[in-house]
């Protein structure tokens, strides 16, 4: 039997891959092993079946043992542990949620309903690393992979509206202190509501405001900035729309991908306006046939008030492996213009679901 390790399986991303593998019986027919960093020789998860012990995640030597190696613990993780396994000459898959190896030569990013070919070519090749996607542009190309696919897209802009669970669960847990501490300073306060703007605004100016994760306050706000700086004035979180969207397609030639990416006070569902210039005038029909055909995730939302406030949101998507697309119209009866509106589980389609699907390929392959 495959014998596969897990790392980071208790962390928001691992608990989500746990539940999702137990939902679909992904532990039948693997021999796993789960690794701890701080609770080694502890009692394992419960996963309707016996498991042993928590091994040590910094033990070289056990994890050359497996076959593979899912990991959700983080850059830094693998950035320390990584090196010493190839080094020490283990062979094994490595499949990481991590994005420090995204853009190495010897890794491929996997997004399989989008790149099965590229992943199974890689496979052929003898590739070992498989990473999982920065998270907007997996749930975009899960959304509108289907117009990358039919080569339509000259190129696109994506205005981003990020969830708080794309900066961490920390992060998630300050959003709600953020919005408790609000509630707090204003229940049952009954004032001319210019009177109750004031006083949120006063209690989220407060020093004593929760933001140490955050930094800056997100409810009642947001942030037009994620992750680092790099050059020419875009984000990292920017820079990784272009950089992992044509990585993913294999693509020959780039494909100008760009935007601004903003965080918002949303749970765990990125939402993003996306604009496209097509390389040929298409009819509404068949961009929205062409989305609907990529995979059976994306479900085409008809353009009306109702079903985008009640189907294209956040709350909507929330928990679900489902990519609404929808706001789709021309821009100025431009038919080689199109915009559109899609959101996406960030930590399903946005994390933990790739991962998942790419453990079950490398099962089947070698198994
Ligand atoms: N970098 C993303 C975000 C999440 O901050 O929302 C991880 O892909």
């Known amino acids: 039997m495959v014998k596969v390790g897990f790392v980071g399986w208790r962390g928001m991303v691992g608990s989500v891959l746990r539940q999702r593998m137990l939902e679909e019986n992904d532990f039948q027919g693997l021999k796993p092993l789960f690794f701890s960093t701080s609770q080694v020789g502890q009692k394992g ?10 091994a040590d995640a910094f033990d070289i030597k056990t994890l050359s043992s497996l076959d593979a190696i899912v990991t959700c613990q983080g850059g830094d993780y693998t950035k320390e ?3 010493k396994l190839r080094k020490e000459g283990w062979d094994g898959y490595w499949i990481d949620a991590a994005s420090a190896l995204r853009m190495e030569k010897d890794s491929v990013i996997v997004l399989d309903p989008v790149n099965r070919e590229v992943i199974d070519e890689a496979f052929e090749s003898g590739v070992k690393n498989y990473i999982g996607a920065n998270c907007t542009v997996s749930l975009m190309l899960m959304g509108i992979g289907g117009l990358f696919k039919e080569n339509k897209v000259d190129w696109l802009t994506s205005m981003t509206y990020q969830s708080a669970s794309g900066a961490g669960s920390k992060n998630m847990a300050e959003l709600v202190e953020q919005m408790q501490t609000i509630s707090k300073a204003t229940e049952g306060k ?6 109750l703007d004031r006083e949120v605004q006063e209690t989220i100016e407060n020093p004593d405001f929760p933001t140490e994760n955050f930094t800056v306050p997100l409810a009642c706000n947001l942030i037009p900035w994620i992750d680092k700086e790099v050059e020419d004035g875009q984000s990292r979180e920017e820079w990784k729309g272009s950089a992992e969207t044509n990585k993913i397609l294999n693509s020959k030639q780039q494909i100008p991908v760009d935007g601004i990416c903003v965080r918002v006070p949303a749970m765990r569902c990125h939402s993003q306006a996306i604009t496209i210039k097509l390389k040929e005038e298409m009819e509404l029909k068949e961009i929205e046939n062409t989305i609907a055909k990529a995979n059976e995730w994306v479900k085409v939302i008809p353009n009306n008030k109702e079903d985008s406030i009640r189907q294209l949101t956040p709350i909507a998507v929330s928990g679900k492996l489902t990519v609404p697309v929808g706001r789709i119209r021309h821009i100025n009866n431009d038919a080689s213009f199109v915009t559109l509106f899609t ?6 389609w946005g994390a933990a679901e790739p991962v998942r699907r790419m453990l079950q390929i490398v099962l089947k392959k070698i198994s």
Request: hydrophobic residues 45%; aromatic residues 4%; glycine residues 8%.
């Open 81 to 83: 542990v990584y090196p």
């Open 343 to 348: 959101v996406g589980d960030q930590l399903l």
């Open 190 to 195: 009954k004032m001319p509501v210019l009177e």
């Open 45 to 54: 998860p419960e996963i309707g079946m016996e498991v042993p012990e928590l």
